[in-house]
C-alpha cells in the first residue's frame, strides 16, 4: 500500500473537507486582513465541495504581509524567488506548521525514496543556506529534501561553477551504493548538463534518483520538454531515474510529485483544482486552466487554497496506470501576467472599500 496515494477521490475530499473548512475558520478568526478578503468575496466559509473552499490568488503574498500567527511564534520566514526589484512571496512559519511540513514532505517522498537515507549530491551551492531563520525558495526547498539525505555534498562552488574535482571524489567514494541527487531544474541544466557537455566533462551519476522541481519556463524557451530533459541527463550524466515535483514556497511540504507514468499526483493531504482562467469556473478532466492548490498544512498563514499562475490539466482521477489514486496532472507553463492581474485587484479593492 502507497500511504499518501492510497484514497480514492471521493474517501479523501470528505476528510480534506473537513480539514480544509476548519482552516477557513482559523484563519478568518486570527488574520484580519484574510477575513477582509474572504467576506467580501464568498457568501460563507463552510462549504460542502472542494470546489467552493474560498482561494488567494498566490500573488497576494507579494502585496501584503498575511499570518495567522503572532510575530514572537514566527520560527522561520520563507521568500519566494524572484528577480532583481521584484516583490517576493513572505510565509510566516511557527513552529506547528513547520514541522508538519518537514513530516508530510518526508510521507509524500517515502514511495519513491524509501525509509532510508542515501548518500546524497545537492546540485546547488551551499552559500543558498547561510541565513538559517529566512530562506528562499531555493534554501527551503535544499532544507526539506535534505532531510532524505546523508554525507551530504554540494556539487557547486558559490560562483555557480561545478566542482568537478570534489564531485569525482564523492562518486567514487559511493560507487556502486544509490545515490540522491536533489537539484532545481533549470539550474541542473545550467550548471551541471551545459557545463558538463560543453566542456566535454565525464560524469556518470551511477545508480542515482534524481528529485527536481521548478523553473521549465526557461527550458520551454529553448525548447526542451521534460522527455527530453530526462532523455539527455541519462546520456550526459548517466542518471538513471528522474522524479520532477510541482510546489511553491507559499505551499511548502504539500508537493506534488512525479510517478512512474510521468503525471503529477496529489497526495492525501493535498489536492488540486483547475479553473477556467476568465471565469474561474471549475474545468473538467482533460480541460486546461489555471491550478488552484489546496493543502491541510498552512496553519501560520492562510495559505491552505491558493490560485496560482500556473497553467495545468487533470488527466485522470484514480485511474493512473501507475496505481496511485485520486487526481493526477501535468503543468504546461505560466500564465501571461495581465490575464491574472484582475483576480488580484478584486482582493485588495476588498481591503480599500
Known sequence: MTVPYYLKQDDKEQLLLKKLNDLTIWHMDNCLEYRAMIEKSVATSEVTRLEEVPFLPVQLFKLMDLRSVQQTEVVKVLTSSGTTGQAVSKIYLDKETSVAQTKTLVEVMKPILGGKRLPMIILDTKSVLKDRKSFSARGAGILGFANFGRKHF?????????????????????????????????????????????????????DSILIH???????????????????LLKEQLGIQEVHNYYGMVEQVGSIFVECNQGYLHAPQFADVIIRNPITFEPVTV?????????????????????????????????????????KYFTVEGRIPKAELRGCSDTFQGGLKE
Not at 524557451?221 to 530533459?229: L, N, S, W
Not at 489555471?290 to 496553519?299: A, D, F, G, N, R
Open 286 to 326: 482533460g480541460e486546461q486552466g489555471l491550478i488552484q492548490v489546496l493543502s491541510e498544512l498552512p496553519k501560520s498563514y492562510p495559505g491552505h487554497s491558493l490560485l496560482t499562475e500556473d497553467l495545468g490539466t487533470i488527466h485522470g482521477i484514480d485511474s493512473c496506470t501507475c496505481g496511485w489514486k485520486g
Open 154 to 206: 554540494y556539487a557547486l562552488n558559490d560562483d555557480m561553477t561545478l566542482d568537478l574535482q570534489g564531485l569525482q571524489s564523492y562518486l567514487k567514494e559511493y560507487e556502486g551504493q544509490r545515490i540522491l541527487l536533489f537539484g532545481f531544474t533549470f539550474m541542473i541544466w545550467q550548471y551541471v548538463f551545459k557545463e558538463a557537455r560543453d566542456n566535454g566533462v565525464s560524469i556518470n551519476f551511477g
Open 213 to 231: 522541481g521548478g523553473g521549465w519556463k526557461k527550458l520551454k524557451d529553448e525548447a526542451v520538454d521534460a522527455k527530453t530533459y530526462n532523455r
